[in-house]
């Protein structure tokens, strides 16, 4: 069965560190990968995507992830804080099933920064 | 160009009774969600449709009715709400999954507390 594991449950970093937060996916054949922020009391803002081709992917905001295929990882990186980054970050994988592409969604990744 | 838009932002209810959450999109899309969102759980997907006039069944369907009867709106209803219904509600529209490039788009997000 398909499933997303965040590891991170809480991370705290300072302003302008350098930001990673994993996300390992279990699906059997060439995923689709996002990566989605949910400001407080917001709804869900795509960050970046993946469907094929290069490995490394820029998003919107400086954030960038890399798809490792042997770790079956899709890494969500930032080399510089800021404040305004704190939230909740969630990864997905699309499983196309039925005509449409069912997303599964990690537990999230709940950021902090400190300034 | 409003996007998605959930009606009511916060809502409670006492056990057993009825509401209907709306969700209303302005791209044309064909494919529209609902999911929930529960802390440590991510979100799971209650339904969906892949176009007016149809529905189907998610990962969590049970308690929850919908309808699909204009392609921009799309209605949850809970007929008898009980407390474990007590969540985040967020609807999502994309185009046609056939597409490799189809990303959900969400809405705001509504509150419901069941008490």
């Known amino acids: 069965a398909q499933s997303v594991t965040q590891p991170d449950i809480h991370i705290t970093v300072s302003e302008g560190a350098s930001l990673e937060l994993r996300c390992n996916y279990s699906y059997g054949a060439t995923p689709y990968l996002f990566w989605y922020v949910q400001s407080p009391g917001q709804g869900l803002q795509l960050l970046l995507k993946y469907f094929s081709g290069d490995t490394l992917v820029q998003g919107i905001k400086g954030f960038e992830a890399e798809f490792k295929r042997s770790q079956s990882s899709f890494n969500l990186r930032k080399p510089s804080v800021h404040w305004s980054d704190a939230a909740e970050y969630f990864c997905?994988?699309?499983?196309?099933?039925?005509?449409?592409?069912?997303?599964?969604f990690g537990a999230g990744t709940r950021l902090a920064v400190h300034p | 160009n409003a996007g998605v838009t959930q009606t009511p932002k916060f809502r409670v209810l006492k056990t057993g009774q009825s509401m209907t959450l709306l969700c209303a999109q302005d791209m044309n899309h064909e494919y529209m969600y609902w999911y929930r969102q529960d802390p440590g759980m991510g979100l799971r997907l209650i339904h969906y449709s892949v176009g007016e006039g149809t529905t189907a069944k998610g990962e969590v369907p049970d308690g929850y009715n919908v309808s699909r009867l204009k392609k921009q709106n799309f209605l949850l209803g809970l007929e008898s709400a009980a407390p474990s219904q007590t969540s985040v509600y967020f609807c999502a529209s994309s185009t046609q999954g056939l597409a490799d490039q189809e990303t959900q788009y969400f809405g705001p997000g509504t509150r419901l507390l069941v008490l």
């Open positions: 997905a994988v699309g499983a196309p099933r039925g005509g449409y592409n069912k997303l599964i």
